[in-house]
């Protein structure tokens, strides 16, 4: 059970190697940054080292004790991330599949609007424009 912010890129595959141990099953979601617009080059994140982590595994203990996960991963990024590239996994391991479907879905609700980030769209002529929070995003929330 762990929650990582990092620069660097993730490797999936060392990231499940040993995970979830024992568990019924195992699910994983993966973000990548992606272009709404055509015009975007990266995201930038930013982000209090320490209290961001922390948050992440208040997150992440909460989605174990409520969904009875064995084991859970968050990883996020920070920094400049192009299009296209891995910004975030979760990962949670539970005896039964819904249980592990479940925390996983509460995790990506909670990172999506509570997270303690930051972010910027980097457009290819080199502007920035913060991200806002979205309306569906917190709408999400009201589930949990």
Do not use: C
Not at 24 to 47: N, P
Not at 61 to 79: K, N, P, T, V
Request: charged share 25%; aromatic share 10%; net charge negative.
């Amino acid at each position: 059970m762990s929650a990582r912010v990092q620069a660097e890129p993730f490797d999936l595959a060392a990231e499940l190697s040993g995970f979830g141990t024992g568990a019924g099953a195992v699910v994983t979601f993966t973000g990548l940054v992606r272009d709404d617009t055509g015009l975007m080059a990266a995201l930038q994140i930013e982000h209090y080292p320490g209290m961001t982590e922390r948050a992440l595994s208040d997150y992440g203990a909460e989605a174990a004790r409520r969904f009875q996960l064995s084991d859970w991963r968050i990883i996020h990024r920070h920094g400049r991330i192009e299009v296209g590239a891995p910004i975030m996994m979760v990962a949670t391991a539970a005896r039964h599949r819904r249980a592990a479907f479940e925390g996983a879905d509460y995790l990506m609700d909670w990172l999506k609007s509570r997270a303690p980030f930051w972010k910027q769209e980097i457009a290819r002529d080199g502007s920035a424009t913060w991200v806002q929070a979205k309306n569906s995003d917190e709408d999400a929330l009201l589930r949990w």
